[in-house]
């Protein structure tokens, strides 16, 4: 379905876009592009730059510098309705006095789309987000799912190049958020309508994306498929910010090819090299921990019981949290035990422990 190359395909593309507010960067050169049909998210913690990237690609927004295409068009002077983008918003923002019917058609009316056309495409939009029942009522007389998928419908209904999501879940409640969060995701698979979706919810974003990209302080991260980057993150910001809890980093050595934390040395299997002599962060994910009777000192602060697993979160002598997630695991240890942790040697991550950079270690 995502397709590369093509006529006229509903790529995106950002090349060296910033965008200044009062002189101060909100979008920092972001160079990346969105592939036809794909879903890409734009994840990162709050302002970071989400909204006005997104923003920019609706029209709403004028770069400050840099260029962004639609198709293979450079579309930085187009007007925003001449973009054929849709724009889903956090607030649903309808129109409270108008019913679900002429919320959804108000995009096609401003189009001047004959009224049976827009009869037939409203019904149709209605149909595919379960709300043909409702199409008389006022959005005063919805719940907050339902008019979330109001505004989808209205999005949808205008069968656009481009859907453009700017945390559209964030007000439902945990349990409508999982529904919907399928719910798009059918939709956006079935239409296959290139989509950049905006969220700070870093599972929102695992679950939904054929790519992620991370964003932080107005600067792209890293832009990878969701296990990619969970697999192998670029820097330590992506390693802490994506899994629940994120990786727990570590203030290691690296010396005469020995790796420590905390004087305490482990050993790696085979082949790590290319490491200079000095401190390195390490990086160990919470499942790649674990308890034992030796390993690196350290005492217990927190036990979360979540039942399926347990987060036993310790500090090591310097106060680094570390988390280590357990299953099925009998002994539980209690606050201000003092434990051992060990890691996993396959499982870990190295990173310069100035800039954060992730570290080939040839293996
Ligand atoms: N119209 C504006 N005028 C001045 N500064 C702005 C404006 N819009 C955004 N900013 C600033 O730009 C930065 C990025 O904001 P943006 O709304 O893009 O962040 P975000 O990643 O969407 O955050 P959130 O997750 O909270 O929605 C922030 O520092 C914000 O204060
Ligand atoms: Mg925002």
Request: charged share 25%; aromatic share 4%; glycine share 10%.
């Amino acid at each position: 379905m995502v397709r590369e190359s093509g006529a006229d395909v509903a790529r995106v593309n950002f090349d060296g876009v910033s965008k200044a507010f009062d002189g101060s960067l909100a979008v920092d050169d972001l160079s990346m592009e969105v592939l036809d049909g794909e879903l890409l998210v734009l994840l990162g913690p709050s302002g970071c730059g989400k909204t006005t990237a997104l923003r920019m690609v609706a029209g709403l927004e004028d770069p400050t510098g840099g260029t962004v295409s639609i198709g293979d068009t450079v579309v930085n002077d187009v007007e925003p309705k001449d973009r054929d983008v849709a724009m889903v918003f956090q607030s649903y923002a309808l129109y409270p006095h108008m019913t679900l019917r002429r919320n959804i058609e108000f995009p096609l009316r401003q189009q001047r789309i004959a009224a049976d056309e827009r009869g037939r495409r409203v019904e149709e939009a209605a149909a595919t987000l379960g709300l043909g029942e409702l199409l008389d009522r006022k959005p005063g007389q919805l719940s907050g799912g339902q008019r979330q998928r109001v505004a989808l419908a209205r999005a949808i209904v205008r069968d656009p190049k481009v859907f453009l999501m700017d945390e559209p879940l964030s007000n439902l409640d945990a349990t409508l958020r999982i529904q919907t969060r399928a719910d798009i995701v059918a939709l956006q698979r079935r239409l296959g309508t290139t989509t950049i979706y905006v969220t700070h919810d870093q599972v929102e974003a695992m679950t939904m994306g054929h790519r992620i990209a991370v964003m932080r302080d107005g600067r792209l991260q890293q832009v990878a498929a969701p296990q990619d980057l969970y697999e192998r993150p670029g820097n330590t910001f992506v390693a802490s910010f994506l899994g629940s809890p994120g990786m727990n980093l570590l203030p290691a050595r690296w010396a005469g090819g020995v790796l420590s934390v905390d004087g305490e040395s482990i050993d790696l299997p085979g082949s790590v090299t290319a490491i200079a002599d000095g401190p390195i962060t390490l990086g160990v994910r919470p499942e790649s921990a674990s308890l034992n009777s030796t390993g690196i000192a350290a005492s217990v602060v927190l036990v979360e019981q979540l039942g399926a697993e347990t987060h036993v979160i310790c500090a090591l002598a310097d106060g680094t949290r570390v988390v280590v997630r357990q299953r099925n695991q009998r002994v539980r240890p209690d606050l201000g035990d003092p434990v051992a942790i060990t890691v996993d040697p396959e499982a870990l991550h190295f990173f310069d422990a100035e800039t954060g950079e992730r570290l080939d270690v040839g293996r």
